[in-house]
């Protein structure tokens, strides 16, 4: 059973239904695996966001791949997006309590990460000095 299958059922669904049917690491990687997610998640640890902002800290994104990020990961409950009722409207992103508990599994990413590229002797183009 896939994570959207899980959350249409969610209403009527025993509390171990996904877990018989998936593996809790494939449920949390189907969450946040796709290409920009995670991404999207580090740079709202660093505060809330607006969508103009995270474009510019995501070099490469586009915008359409942006806000389809965004809602899924709203709609998985790990964001909250807020409109402000202003003219021009602003909408801010931030993290909910649920996406907060992924600090510790992007932390131990970034700890490997940094063990992993140390260890292996590249030259990290960030650390190319023009």
């Known amino acids: ?11 009527v669904w025993d509390s171990n239904q996904c877990l018989d049917m998936m593996c809790p690491i494939e449920f949390i990687l ?3 695996g796709t290409k920009w997610s995670i991404s999207i998640l580090r740079e709202l640890f660093r505060g809330n966001q607006r969508t103009h902002e995270l474009l510019e800290a995501l070099p490469g994104i586009s915008t359409k791949t942006l806000t389809v990020r965004l809602r899924e990961l709203e709609k998985h409950g790990l964001i909250h997006r807020r409109v402000y009722a202003e003219i021009p409207p602003r909408v801010e992103y931030s993290l909910t309590e649920k996406g907060l508990e992924l600090q510790p599994i992007l932390v131990a990413l970034k700890q490997v990460g940094e063990q992993w590229l140390k260890d292996s002797h590249c030259i990290c183009p960030l650390e190319l000095t023009p």
């Open 1 to 11: 059973m896939k994570v959207k299958e899980c959350y249409k059922t969610a209403e």
């Open 30 to 32: 189907e969450l946040i």
